[in-house]
Nanobody
């Protein structure tokens, strides 16, 4: 069974940066698509970014474009989300999600939370003004 573990969350002031990490516990199951989602209190979980590990192809939500960068380190079996120019509205619990299907990270499929089989427990990001 694949386990995903997020880390790197914390509290920062507006304009600051954080780098989140998503480490997979095993390479036995070939996770090909990894996405970052976030959920603020009282709001729906929304997709932020995804990476297809084979290309690597990346996609971003409109809120993330230009400020967030998703990347991978295959040697460490880890995917990162570098977040810059953080805003108070970025405050949320951030989750990484993975699936063995690489095609998910393409077109409109990547934003669907139900497309991903494996989920981490989340890491909290709080941005103060």
């Amino acid at each position: 069974q694949v386990q995903l573990a997020e880390s790197g969350g914390g509290s920062v002031q507006a304009g600051g940066s954080l780098r989140l990490s998503c480490a997979a516990s095993t390479t036995t199951y070939k996770i090909q698509s990894v996405a970052w989602f976030r959920q603020a209190p009282g709001k729906e979980r929304e997709a932020v970014a995804c990476i297809y590990k084979g290309d690597p192809r990346t996609l971003y939500s409109d809120a993330a474009k230009g400020r967030f960068t998703v990347s991978q380190d295959n040697a460490k079996n880890t995917v990162y989300l570098e977040m810059n120019s953080l805003k108070p509205e970025d405050t949320a619990m951030y989750y990484c999600a993975g699936d063995t299907r690489g095609w998910i990270c393409s077109g409109g499929y990547w934003t669907g939370r139900h497309e991903y089989k494996y989920w981490g427990q989340g890491t909290q990001v709080t941005v103060s003004s």
